[in-house]
C-alpha cells in the first residue's frame, strides 16, 4: 500500500512551509531516513526524511510552493505499485488558523488563510475575496497580498490633507517659475543593468528580509533616540571574569551584559516589551530578547526565551550556542520566533550609530554600537555648571540606538527605558 508523504509541522507556531529543492525524481529508490527533500520555514531550512524504503511514486508539489502543515506532498511505495491519480490535500479543517474575512460565506470562498496573511489582511483593511491568490489550489499567499495591497494603495486618492491649497494664501511667488511636480504613483523601476554589470540572484533568505523590512516601515511608525553609555565598569567586569567563564567552555563576550541589562529594563519598562494591537497594547508577560546575527546569506534573530531568568553566565552559554547554530544553519524554526524585543550589534562592524528598523511586531528595537575609546567629563558637582573638580578622562564608550514604535511608546517612555539601561551597565558590578 502506497504511504503517504505529509509537510511536516516544523515548530511549535509554524503552520507552513516552502518545498525549496526536491531530492529525489520520481521512480527514485531511497531508504528509509533517507533526505527526500529541503523546505524552509521563516528563514530556517530543514530536510524532510523518507518514512520507508521505496520508491518515489508521486512528487505532488512543484519546488517553490508554499503549503500548510499536513498537505500531502509525495507518495512513496513498490516500484511497480499503482496510484490513482492524487491532488495535494490540505490539512484537516480543525489545523486551520481561523480565516480573516468579513462575513461566514466569504471566509468558505477564499479557504485556507495563514495567520500572517490573516494579520495583514486585517491590518490592512482587506477584503481577502478581492485577492487573487497564486498559491496550491488558489490559495492567497503573503507575496498575494503584499502585491494587492501596492497596487490598491498606488491607485487610491490623495488624502486631503496632502492636496495642495488654494486662495491668495496659497499662490506661488511667482507663476512663470511655478512648475508643479506630480509625485510617481508607484516607485521608478530600476533601471537596466549597462554593460559589464552584475545581477545578483535574490536568495529565498534576502526575499524574506526585504519583505520583513519594508512590511515594518509600512506597519511602525518609527522614532529614534540616542544615548552614550560609559562601558568602563563592564570592560573591568569583563576581563576579570573571562578566563572564569572560559574554564565552564563559554566565551564571554559583551553580548551578554547587553540582554541582561535590556531584560532587568523591560521588567521595569513593561510598554517596551509590547506589541500594538487594534484593541490595546499586548504587555508580553514573557521578556524573549531576540538577538540579530550576521550569516553568509544575510540576518537572522534567535531568540533568547525568558532572558530574564538567566544569570551572566547562562545568558553568555545561551549567546555562544545560539550564534554558533545559527551560522551553521542548525537552528529550529521555534528558535527563531517569539521574540518580544530585538537587539542589533552594528557595532561588530565598527558602526558608532545606526538606525535599525524594529522586527515586527516588538514595540522597539536597540542598536549597539561599536565600543571604543572617548574623552569623558568626570564631575563631582553640577553636571552643567563649571567646577574647579571637573577633570577628563579616556573611557570606553558605545552609542545606544533605540528606534520604536510611537504608536506604544512616546519620547519620555523610550528615553526611560535606554537611561535604565544605561544606569545598569554603568554601574554593573
Avoid: C
Avoid at 32 to 38: M, S, V
Avoid at 47 to 74: C, F
Amino acid at each position: 500500500m502506497a504511504t503517504k508523504v505529509i509537510m511536516p509541522q516544523l515548530g511549535e507556531s509554524v503552520v507552513e512551509g516552502t518545498i525549496t529543492k526536491w531530492l529525489v525524481k520520481e521512480g527514485d529508490t531511497i531508504k528509509r531516513y533517507d533526505p527526500l527533500l529541503e523546505v524552509s520555514s521563516d528563514k530556517v531550512d530543514t530536510e524532510v526524511p523518507s518514512p520507508i524504503d521505496g520508491t518515489v511514486l508521486q512528487l505532488l508539489i512543484p519546488e517553490g510552493e508554499t503549503v500548510q502543515a499536513g498537505t500531502l506532498i509525495a507518495m512513496l511505495g513498490e516500484p511497480d505499485e499503482a496510484v490513482k491519480d492524487v491532488a495535494p490535500a490540505q490539512a484537516p479543517a480543525a489545523a486551520k488558523p481561523a480565516p480573516v474575512a468579513p462575513a461566514p460565506a466569504k471566509a468558505r470562498d477564499i479557504g485556507f488563510v495563514s495567520p500572517v496573511v490573516a494579520r495583514l489582511a486585517a491590518e490592512y483593511h482587506v477584503d481577502l475575496t478581492q485577492v487573487q491568490g497564486k498559491g496550491v489550489r488558489g490559495r492567497i499567499r503573503k507575496k498575494d497580498l503584499l502585491d494587492y495591497i501596492a497596487q490598491r494603495d498606488s491607485q487610491a486618492d490623495v488624502p486631503e490633507w496632502e492636496k495642495p491649497g488654494s486662495g491668495e494664501l496659497f499662490k506661488p511667488t511667482s507663476m512663470e517659475d511655478y512648475a508643479p511636480v506630480a509625485a510617481p504613483s508607484s516607485p521608478p523601476p530600476a533601471p537596466a543593468p549597462a554593460a559589464g554589470d552584475q545581477v545578483a540572484p535574490l536568495s529565498r533568505m534576502r526575499k524574506l528580509i526585504a519583505d520583513h523590512m519594508v512590511q515594518s516601515r509600512r506597519t511602525s511608525p518609527h522614532v529614534g533616540s540616542v544615548f552614550m553609555v560609559d562601558m568602563t565598569r563592564v570592560v573591568q567586569h569583563r576581563y576579570a571574569h573571562k578566563n572564569q567563564f572560559a574554564q565552564d567552555g563559554v566565551n564571554l563576550t559583551f553580548t551578554p551584559y547587553f540582554v541582561s541589562a535590556v531584560a532587568q529594563a523591560l521588567k521595569k519598562n513593561p510598554y517596551a516589551n509590547s506589541s500594538w494591537s487594534e484593541e490595546g497594547i499586548v504587555l508580553r508577560r514573557a521578556i524573549n530578547i531576540g538577538m540579530a546575527t550576521a550569516i553568509d546569506e544575510g540576518l537572522i534573530v534567535p531568540v533568547i526565551k525568558n532572558a530574564d531568568s538567566y544569570n551572566l553566565l547562562g545568558l553568555a552559554r545561551m549567546v555562544n550556542d545560539l550564534a554558533a547554530r545559527a551560522r551553521a544553519g542548525k537552528l529550529t524554526p521555534d528558535e527563531i520566533q517569539g521574540a518580544t524585543f530585538t537587539i542589533t550589534n552594528h557595532g561588530t562592524g565598527g558602526s558608532l550609530m545606526a538606525a535599525p528598523i524594529i522586527n515586527q511586531p516588538n514595540a522597539g528595537i536597540l542598536g549597539v554600537g561599536a565600543i571604543h575609546k572617548e574623552p569623558v567629563v568626570i564631575s563631582t558637582g553640577h553636571p552643567l555648571l563649571p567646577d574647579a573638580n571637573d577633570t577628563i578622562a579616556i573611557h570606553p564608550v558605545t552609542y545606544l540606538s533605540f528606534y520604536f514604535d510611537h504608536r506604544i511608546l512616546d519620547g519620555a517612555s523610550a528615553d526611560a527605558f535606554v537611561a535604565e539601561v544605561k544606569r545598569i551597565l554603568e554601574n554593573w558590578a
